[in-house]
């Protein structure tokens, strides 16, 4: 999709085909809901959101193993 997009663009722009302005304006919204952000904190806040998520795994794992081992425990006694 962004290809065809890109590609569509680029058409306009160098005059290949005509633009359409609902198209046009439509791009123009869809484009003003992305951020402006810079590289570096995009990739800050993505490894803090990846370093979050992995703790939740973490945890949920931990959860699972220390039920089994309760369990395990329960039907000995």
């Known amino acids: 999709m962004l290809e065809r997009v890109?590609?569509?663009?680029?058409?306009?722009v160098s005059?290949?085909?005509?633009?359409n302005n609902v198209i046009?304006?439509?791009?123009?919204d869809t484009m003003s809901f992305?951020?402006?952000?810079?590289?570096?904190d995009f990739e800050k806040m993505f490894n803090k959101h990846l370093q979050?998520?992995?703790?939740?795994?973490?945890?949920?794992?931990?959860t699972r193993?220390?039920?089994?081992?309760?369990e395990r425990l329960q039907n000995i006694v």
Do not use: M
């Open 6 to 12: 890109s590609h569509y663009v680029k058409q306009v």
């Open 15 to 19: 005059g290949q085909k005509e633009g």
């Open 24 to 28: 046009g304006r439509y791009l123009l």
């Open 34 to 40: 992305i951020p402006n952000i810079n590289a570096a």
């Open 52 to 62: 979050d998520l992995l703790v939740v795994v973490y945890l949920a794992n931990l």
């Open 65 to 70: 193993s220390q039920l089994a081992i309760a």
